[in-house]
Every structure is written in C-alpha cells, then in structure tokens.
C-alpha cells in the first residue's frame, strides 16, 4: 500500500479535475477537462449527465499521462466530490441519463420558491433542512422535472427511475451501475435531507412529491462506497472510499475539522464555510446551516454562506465581453490601474445567494464615465469576488458570535496574488493560500485515504494541508471601511 497511489476527482460546474496523490499528500499527476454549459432559456443551465462521465474519463486519462502511470500501477482508493444540488435523473435498467441535468444555478423554480414563501412554509423547511427556499437547492429542480414530464413521476413511483445529485450518478457509473447512494453533506443540499436525523425527511418527500424510492442510500462521507467495474482508466476492484460535497471536501482538505475553523473556496462561486462542531447552528443572518466532516469524516456541522458567481465573472469577461483572453492575464491588469475608477460590478447574473438571497436580481455594472477603461472593468470584477466575501465574513461574524482572525482559501482564483492581496485588505485579517490550492479534491483524496487506511489517523494527514503563502492586510480601517461602503451602496441600488 505504501507505493500505492489515491485518485481524487472533483467534478465541477465547468470542468472536471483528477489528481494522483502519493501518501505524503504530494500531488504526482494532474489532469482536467472541461464541461459544456447550456442556457436554452434565460436563466437556465443544464449539463449533459453523459458529457459529466465523459470529462470524468478524459481528466483520469490526463493524470495518468501525467503522472506516467503504467496500466498495472496500483490505486489504493478513489475519493469523489462535486458540484452539489445539481439535479440527474437516470434509468437503473440502462444506466441512461433521462434528458438533462439541471445545475444548481439554474433558476427556472424561482416562481415555486416564491410560493412556498408565501404559503409560510419557509420557517418549517429551514428548521427541517438549515436550508432557505431558493433555485438553488435540489429539491424544487427534481418537482419542477416531474410537473412537467409526469412519466418521470409514474417511472420513480415504480422504482425504475434513480434520483442524484452529480456524487451519486458518478459512484453509479464507477461502480458499473452496481451502487445507487450519496453522502451526507452533499444529501444535506436537496431540501430533502434532516438536518438533526441526517436521514431523508418523509414530510419533505410528501410536500415536494418525491417517491422515496427514486433516492440514493446515505453513506458516511468517509468508508467504503463500492468498488470500481469496467471503468477506462481505472483497474476493476478499487474502492470508492470517500465522498463530499465540493464545500464540504474542500473544509477537510483544509484541515478545517473542529469549531472555529473556515475557509472560503473561489471557484465558479465563492463559498464561505465555519466548522461549528457537533452540534447545528440555525442563522440569523442569511446564512445555510449544513452537514460537514469532523477529524475522521464523521458528520459535524457548518454554517455557509454561498455566493452564485464568483470567477464564472471573469468567465463572463472573457467569454461574454471579449475583455481578456485568459484568467490569468486579470492580475496584471488590475495592478495596472491605482483603483477602479469608482466602477462597482454587482454580479447577480443567476441572483444573489447569502447573505441577500434574492433570486429577482439581476447583475449591474455602476459607476461609469467617460475615463472608465477595460483595466477598470477587469479590475471591479476581481474586487467583487472580495466584497461578496466580506459580505459572508460578516453575517458569519453575527451568527457565530465571533470574527474570523484568518481565512484559509483555495480555489482556481487563489493563484490571482492580487485578488488574494486585496481580500486580505477588504477584511483586514490574514489569507493563508496552499500548496495545493485545489483542496477540494485534496479532501476527497484525503477522506479515501481514511476511508481505505491509507493513512490510520487523521494526524497524518497534516502534510498534505501545507501553506504556501500568507496575505497580510497592508491598509488601515478607514479604507477598510470606505472600500466596503462603495459595494454597499450599489447593492442597495439593487435591492431597493
């Protein structure tokens, strides 16, 4: 075992990413493959489930090329994470994906969201779930499939058809249909799942109309799922032995495992998570209470603040406006300019999640004039990242009753050393950045390893948590203060 190597594979909402770890956490072989979006109607976003298992094999295929694996070389154990909430309907005779899968940023329920807040059954739901009734969650995705397509409904009653978010059509498929099941953090997103039980809620299934029966056995996030059949890539028999939510992996992989602890991941979104122990803390200040990992993968606890578009904004310049031809080229020209220009980017393209959670907004761009240039746009883009952020720290800050003093981050954006730089200004505590900035596959990887005795105890798996650069806040509370209050003012704007 010792030579023996974990696949991590962390599928997300615009590309799939496989790392080959060693048992000192070091990262020998990396691959990626991008995912196809689709939009067929203003705020709808649909993936291909056939295309997800497509970008999974390619990314495997990568790593291994990579790391110069021989076909015999052994692979001790598999972790899987995801993009969470996103909605796959599925065949258990065929294994064939019925149409679509509907993405968590996909809007199209907001109509029936409104409905059950007016109906008053909100308060109930959040007390059930620790989640709010938004788009966003699983739940009004897989009602609104069944309203609209009634012989899904008759094929779920029947037991035919099988219900999961992207964990569990993954698990289906690297098992060679042998396992239909999911794990807590990522059941924790539905709006089906007990919050306290940490079992499917009957009440929840009756009012959404979900057949039990279409739904995925709840595992522990860390042990034996099913092992591998039939997979390219991969040789038949290797345990899937670790399972989370891309959040909620990404928490573990930062060794964010007891109360107090958070870090704030930068990816399509931004998502904020403090680890609040064994026990929930419901939020008063429009925040998500979910199921996370302990030390050793055991269900615990976190308070989490989603924001909908975090680098998918720089996507939008590249790919929306033409302003820059790679990601990587915003850092230099935010450097190039001394502030925005008083330019301030509300990126609300899909709404805004925590801690504002209002799905009618649309996006804006304030502050212009004449001397506005590319640079200013480019650089109110990045800024935003940082303002949503803060905007987290502080309804976490109220919640919890206590300030963050430094925030661990990982993510695609993290390597921006100007972002991370002005992040740590906005909030005026430390960033702490990582060797492997992608922690959440590192924490699938890691809760395998657990999960297969790869390692024996959670003690060893601080090695692979190292930090690679800390961000030290550079200005004082007062431009603190007058930085925020310019993203405060434009989403009021939005709000009124």
């Given at each position: 075992?010792?030579?023996?190597?974990?696949?991590?594979?962390?599928?997300?909402?615009?590309?799939?990413?496989?790392?080959?770890?060693?048992?000192?956490?070091?990262?020998?072989?990396?691959?990626?493959?991008?995912?196809?979006?689709?939009?067929?109607?203003?705020?709808?976003?649909?993936?291909?489930?056939?295309?997800?298992?497509?970008?999974?094999?390619?990314a495997?295929?990568?790593?291994?090329?990579?790391?110069?694996?021989t076909?015999?070389?052994?692979?001790?154990?598999?972790?899987v994470?995801?993009?969470?909430?996103?909605?796959?309907?599925?065949?258990?005779?065929?294994?064939?994906?019925?149409?679509?899968?509907?993405?968590?940023?996909d809007?199209?329920?907001?109509?029936?969201?409104?409905?059950?807040?007016?109906?008053?059954?909100?308060?109930?739901?959040?007390?059930?779930?620790?989640?709010?009734?938004?788009?966003y969650?699983?739940?009004?995705?897989?009602?609104?499939?069944?309203?609209?397509?009634?012989?899904?409904?008759?094929?779920?009653?029947?037991?035919?058809?099988?219900f999961?978010?992207?964990?569990?059509?993954?698990?289906?498929?690297?098992?060679?249909?042998?396992?239909?099941?999911t794990?807590?953090?990522?059941?924790?997103?539905?709006?089906?799942?007990?919050?306290?039980?940490?079992?499917?809620?009957?009440?929840?299934?009756?009012?959404?109309?979900?057949?039990?029966?279409?739904?995925?056995?709840?595992?522990?996030?860390?042990?034996?799922?099913?092992r591998?059949?039939?997979?390219?890539g991969?040789?038949?028999?290797?345990?899937?032995?670790g399972?989370?939510?891309?959040?909620?992996?990404?928490?573990?992989?930062?060794?964010?495992?007891?109360?107090?602890?958070?870090?704030?991941?930068y990816?399509?979104?931004?998502?904020?998570?403090?680890?609040?122990?064994a026990?929930?803390?419901?939020?008063?200040?429009?925040?998500?209470?979910t199921?996370?990992?302990?030390?050793?993968?055991?269900?615990?606890?976190?308070?989490?603040?989603?924001?909908?578009?975090?680098?998918a904004?720089?996507?939008?310049?590249?790919?929306?406006?033409?302003?820059?031809?790679?990601?990587?080229?915003?850092?230099?020209?935010?450097?190039?300019?001394?502030?925005?220009?008083?330019?301030?980017?509300?990126?609300?393209?899909?709404?805004?999640?925590?801690?504002?959670?209002?799905?009618?907004?649309?996006?804006?761009?304030?502050?212009?004039?004449?001397?506005?240039?590319?640079?200013?746009?480019?650089?109110?883009?990045?800024?935003?990242?940082?303002?949503q952020?803060?905007?987290l720290?502080?309804?976490?800050?109220?919640?919890?009753?206590?300030?963050?003093r430094a925030?661990?981050?990982?993510?695609?954006?993290?390597?921006?050393?100007?972002?991370?730089?002005?992040?740590a200004?906005?909030?005026?505590?430390?960033?702490?950045r990582?060797?492997?900035?992608?922690?959440?596959?590192?924490?699938?990887?890691?809760?395998?390893?657990?999960?297969?005795?790869?390692?024996?105890?959670?003690?060893?798996?601080?090695?692979?948590?190292?930090?690679?650069?800390?961000?030290?806040?550079?200005?004082?509370?007062?431009?603190?203060?007058?930085?925020?209050?310019?993203?405060?003012?434009?989403?009021?704007?939005?709000?009124?």
């Open positions: 075992m010792a030579d023996a190597l974990i696949l991590a594979l962390d599928q997300g909402t615009t590309g799939t990413t496989a790392l080959l770890m060693d048992r000192s956490g070091r990262v020998r072989g990396r691959g990626y493959a991008e995912l196809p979006q689709y939009f067929p109607k203003p705020g709808w976003v649909e993936h291909d489930p056939e295309e997800i298992w497509t970008s999974v094999l390619h495997i295929a990568a790593a291994r090329r990579a790391a110069k694996l076909r015999t070389a052994p692979i001790a154990a598999i972790g994470t995801n993009q969470r909430e996103t909605v796959v309907l599925w065949d258990r005779r065929t294994g064939e994906p019925y149409d679509r899968a509907i993405v968590w940023q809007r199209r329920t907001s109509a029936r969201c409104d409905e059950l807040k007016r109906k008053g059954l909100e308060a109930d739901i959040r007390r059930r779930t620790g989640l709010v009734c938004d788009p969650f699983s739940a009004t995705k897989l009602e609104w499939r069944f309203a609209h397509e009634p012989r899904l409904a008759r094929l779920a009653a029947s037991g035919r058809l099988a999961g978010t992207v964990d569990s059509w993954l698990i289906w498929k690297l098992t060679g249909g042998a396992v239909h099941a794990d807590p953090t990522n059941a924790s997103r539905t709006l089906l799942f007990g919050l306290r039980s940490l079992a499917w809620d009957p009440l929840l299934l009756k009012r959404f109309g979900i057949p039990a029966r279409a739904l995925p056995q709840v595992r522990p996030s860390c042990g034996e799922f099913g591998t059949r039939g997979v390219a991969v040789p038949d028999g290797v345990p899937i032995a399972v989370a939510g891309d959040q909620q992996a990404a928490l573990f992989g930062q060794g964010c495992v007891r109360a107090g602890q958070s870090k704030n991941t990816g399509t979104g931004c998502f904020l998570l403090l680890h609040t122990g026990k929930p803390v419901a939020s008063r200040a429009g925040l998500l209470t199921v996370a990992c302990g030390p050793r993968g055991e269900a615990a606890y976190a308070l989490e603040g989603s924001v909908f578009i975090g680098g904004a720089v996507q939008w310049l590249r790919d929306g406006l033409g302003l820059v031809k790679t990601a990587r080229e915003t850092e230099a020209i935010a450097r190039s300019v001394p502030d925005s220009g008083g330019v301030v980017l509300v990126p609300a393209f899909a709404g805004l999640g925590a801690p504002y959670w209002r799905s009618d907004v649309r996006g804006a761009l304030l502050g212009l004039t004449r001397g506005t240039t590319r640079a200013h746009v480019v650089r109110a883009t990045l800024e935003s990242m940082a303002f952020s803060r905007d720290v502080e309804a976490m800050a109220r919640d919890a009753g206590t300030r963050v925030l661990q981050v990982d993510g695609g954006a993290v390597a921006n050393d100007w972002l991370m730089q002005y992040q200004d906005v909030l005026g505590v430390p960033v702490r990582p060797h492997v900035i992608e922690t959440t596959a590192l924490g699938a990887g890691l809760l395998a390893g657990l999960g297969a005795r790869v390692w024996r105890a959670h003690r060893e798996l601080d090695a692979a948590r190292r930090i690679e650069r800390e961000f030290r806040p550079r200005r004082n509370a007062a431009w603190r203060k007058q930085e925020y209050a310019r993203w405060q003012s434009a989403v009021k704007l939005l709000l009124a």
